[in-house]
Structures are given as structure tokens and as C-alpha cells.
């Protein structure tokens, strides 16, 4: 064929100026293929296109690959979980869409529904509603706890700091009296629903503490007995905060202890939560003790209770690498004798927090919240719990029912996590009926599991007690 054109033949078709000449008829053996572009890249040789995408390099058997505790920036290993969507730690708000309003524009920050005094609340709702990722940050929030509240709500951050220096409960509940006479707690009530989450999670920690001072921490705010006892409108605002957050029995240590801290200094920059909890200094959000004074035993106990979840995410991360793999597996025995060096690592932890929470002040008051947490089994922390999903000692040392007694303090997709490891980790356990290498192993988690346990019963035991006594012998 014979063609005369003024210019390329384009993608598009032929573009001509002139008449085409052909000689004979034409040909045509399959589509014709356009030419590339100037500057453009085959498929084949496009660098970009064939780097397949992924989490990351890990090891062959997904678990991680440091002698001891494995570093900040190591990935996760594989889990055989439904592997949930990450979300970001740091709440920041850029690249999201402007909300639009009904008209068709964007909607200001004060407009927007969910918000109370202007909290900003979409990053916060969203990272919270989306499924919870332990191998991220474990049980730890998101996000760091909010320091203060803000508008209306700064009445309820100033009752909580006072109930928690009260001398007694008699006159911590005379400050709820007080503010029930006041209207404060119905204004509060009604302002609930305006909350967002994160803000909400944070007025549920001062709802915590208010109760245990006033002795109520047993109480479901909903039963019509509790009414006999606590102040009704304080009963209306704590139901209320449970419904928002979706948590009934939130008066625990996760709650108090959790979501009650905060970095001594601000970070430079942003760096994950485990790891902000692990290296900087912490204080408490709402003190035990009064400002100018050092830390109390009850301080130092839920500081310490953070530090162990912070230093406990790489025992949610080995618990996830068990998840479903066969007791024969060659990664198994691997993967649980650096559970075993974890265990070690957070007993060391608590042993290391021993001298300054022996040697803090207490007071009978703080004696007394602690004792009422510890009769409702609310000083359990959730890295023990993780623990033993795993390893399944409390099925042997304690009823089902003593469990799930236990986890109730625990968000319902905290719950879920600790469900799903208790079906996912049953070939593991296996290995308690077994002889061999790969059985020792085993046992040996379990005995430092265990020895981990003790070493906390003992750190709460000194924090309650009015002398101090050399922790290493109770442990």
C-alpha cells in the first residue's frame, strides 16, 4: 500500500491533507497498533508497573525476626485473621473532603453535626468505627487522650479532678450532690450526643473516676437498685456516655488508666502511640494526687498499667502469628519462645516500676478505689488478657464465666479480638497434652506467663497496701 500523508498516523485514525494513493488493494492481517508517545514507557519497561504491590518485605514465616522485642518500625506479621483496614494514628485531617452541605457547599467546622463547641470529630469517629488492628498500637487508644475538655464539658473535667483528691467518698459525693443542684450534670446530659467519640471516651474516663471515688464502681447505671444508691441525674449523664461509646462496663482499668495519660513533654514529632507511651515520660491527665505533689501509689499503678500495653504490642503481634498455625508447624516453637522473651520483658517492666510506686505516698482514700476495682476484677490489664487467649491459662485456672467477667471492662471490639484468638489459638494449646521439644516450649510460655501474672498481682497488692514491702519477694 502507498500512502501519502502531511503528518503521523495518530491513535485516533489516519489525519490527511491530501488525496491517499494505493496501488493495489490493502491488507490487513489484525488491528493496528498505535505508536507510543513520545517519552512514554512500555507496560513491560515502566519501572512503576511492575513493582507488585504489598504491606511490605516480611519473613517467610511472618514473624519477626529481633532476638528480643523487635523494633518500632518492623511490619506486623501475617495474620490468618480477617485483616482489618489500618487507619492512621495521628488524626490528622488532610486529604479528606470538605463536608458539603444541603445546598451544595461546604459546610465550617462550627456547622458540622457531631461537634460540641467546635471539637473537631470526623478523623476521630472515623478511625475509631473502623475494625480495630492490635498490631498497630495494641489495646491502647488511637490517639492520645484528650487533655482537657472544653466548653460545658469543662465542669465535668474539674468535678473529676476535685472527686479524685477528695478525702473520703462522703465528700467526693457531695461534689456530685453539689452539682446536681446546680443543673451542671443535666446541662451535661443534654450534650451528649453532641460529643465526638474521642471526646466522648474522654469524658467516660471522668465519669470513671468520679464514680470509683464516690464507692459506685459496682454499679449499673441503668438498674433501677443504683438509684437507691448513687445520684439520679449523675446515673442519667454516666448511661448516657455508655451509650455514646457503646461500653456498659467502662469503669475499669482500661478505662482509668488508658485514657488517662499524657506525654510530660510534646513530641517533636509525630511518632506511633506505643512508642510515644514506651519513650517519653508520662503524667497523669487527672491526678490521684493534688498539683504540686508527687505522684501517688494509685498514679504510679495506672501509669504503669499504660507502659505494659505500650511495651505489650509485640506479645498482639506474636498472639496473631500463632493465630491458626498447627502445633507441628516449624514457625510455631519459633514464634513462642519469643513470646516467652516478651513475657520476660514486661515482667522486668513491672519490676522496674516496683521502687517508685513503693515509695510513693498513699492515702486510705486511694486504698479504698483500689480495693473496690480489685472486688470487681476491674484491675485486669488487656495485655494479660491477650496473653492468655493465647495460652488458655485461665481456662485452666479459672471458670469461662470468671473470663468473660473479666473482659466485660473491655470494648465490645476489644472482646471480639480476644474471642477470635481463643478459637484461632486452640491448635496451638494442643501442645499442653503433648511430649516432646516443641510441648516444652509451650510450658515454658505458660510458667512465664504466669510468673508475669504474679509480678502484677504483687505491684497492685504494694500500691494498696499502707507499707511498702520488697516486691521481689511477693513476685
Request: charged content about 20%; some cysteine; proline content about 10%.
Amino acid at each position: 500500500m502507498k500512502m501519502t500523508t502531511a503528518e503521523p498516523v495518530n491513535a485516533a485514525g489516519p489525519t490527511t491533507t491530501g488525496p491517499v494513493t494505493t496501488t493495489g488493494p490493502v491488507t490487513t492481517t489484525g488491528p493496528r497498533t498505535p505508536t507510543p508517545r513520545s517519552g512514554a514507557l512500555p507496560a513491560a519497561a515502566n519501572p512503576a508497573s511492575a513493582i507488585p504491590s504489598g504491606d511490605g518485605i516480611r519473613s517467610a514465616d511472618g514473624i519477626p525476626s529481633s532476638p528480643g522485642i523487635p523494633s518500632a518500625t518492623q511490619a506486623a506479621p501475617a495474620s490468618p485473621l480477617p485483616a482489618p483496614r489500618r487507619t492512621t494514628g495521628s488524626g490528622s485531617a488532610e486529604g479528606e473532603a470538605e463536608p458539603v452541605g444541603p445546598d451544595g457547599k461546604g459546610q465550617s467546622a462550627g456547622a458540622r453535626p457531631g461537634r460540641a463547641g467546635g471539637e473537631p470529630d470526623g478523623s476521630a469517629d472515623a478511625a475509631t468505627a473502623a475494625p480495630h488492628d492490635p498490631c498497630a498500637h495494641g489495646f491502647l487508644p488511637e490517639r492520645p487522650p484528650v487533655r482537657s475538655l472544653i466548653g460545658t464539658w469543662t465542669r465535668l473535667d474539674a468535678m473529676a479532678r476535685a472527686a479524685a483528691i477528695a478525702p473520703d467518698r462522703e465528700a467526693a459525693v457531695a461534689l456530685v450532690e453539689r452539682a446536681h443542684r446546680a443543673d451542671e450534670l443535666a446541662a451535661l446530659r443534654q450534650r451528649v450526643s453532641r460529643l465526638s467519640l474521642r471526646n466522648a471516651e474522654a469524658a467516660a474516663m471522668r465519669i470513671a473516676v468520679i464514680a470509683v471515688s464516690c464507692g459506685w464502681c459496682g454499679l449499673d447505671p441503668q438498674a433501677p437498685a443504683a438509684r437507691q444508691v448513687a445520684d439520679e441525674a449523675f446515673l442519667d449523664l454516666w448511661a448516657a456516655i455508655a451509650h455514646r461509646i457503646d461500653h456498659d462496663q467502662f469503669v475499669a482499668l482500661p478505662t482509668l488508666a488508658l485514657h488517662n495519660w499524657a506525654p510530660e513533654r510534646k513530641p517533636r514529632r509525630h511518632i506511633p502511640i506505643d512508642q510515644l507511651a514506651r519513650t517519653e515520660a508520662l503524667v497523669p491527665i487527672v491526678r490521684w494526687a493534688p498539683e504540686g505533689q508527687p505522684l501517688s501509689r494509685l498514679d504510679r499503678l495506672m501509669l504503669a498499667a499504660t507502659r505494659l500495653e505500650a511495651h505489650g504490642i509485640w506479645l498482639f503481634r506474636l498472639a496473631e502469628t500463632l493465630a491458626g498455625r498447627s502445633p507441628d508447624d516449624s514457625s510455631t516453637p519459633t514464634a513462642l519462645r519469643r513470646l516467652v522473651r516478651v513475657q520476660h520483658a514486661l515482667r522486668a517492666q513491672l519490676l522496674a516500676e516496683a521502687a517508685d510506686l513503693s515509695a510513693a505516698p498513699a492515702t486510705p482514700q486511694q486504698r479504698a478505689v483500689l480495693g473496690a476495682l480489685a472486688g470487681q476484677g476491674a484491675l485486669e490489664p488487656p495485655v494479660l488478657q491477650a496473653a492468655d487467649a493465647v495460652l488458655g491459662i485461665g481456662a485452666r485456672r479459672m471458670r469461662e464465666g470468671r473470663r468473660q467477667l473479666l473482659r466485660r471492662h473491655l470494648p465490645a471490639q476489644h472482646r471480639a479480638w480476644l474471642s477470635a484468638m481463643d478459637r484461632h489459638c486452640a491448635p496451638v494449646r494442643t501442645l499442653a497434652h503433648r511430649g516432646g521439644p516443641d510441648a516444652a516450649v509451650y510450658r515454658e510460655a505458660q510458667e512465664s506467663l504466669i510468673a508475669l501474672r504474679r509480678t502484677y498481682t504483687a505491684l497492685v497488692q504494694a500500691a494498696a497496701r499502707p507499707t511498702a514491702a520488697p516486691l521481689t519477694k511477693a513476685a
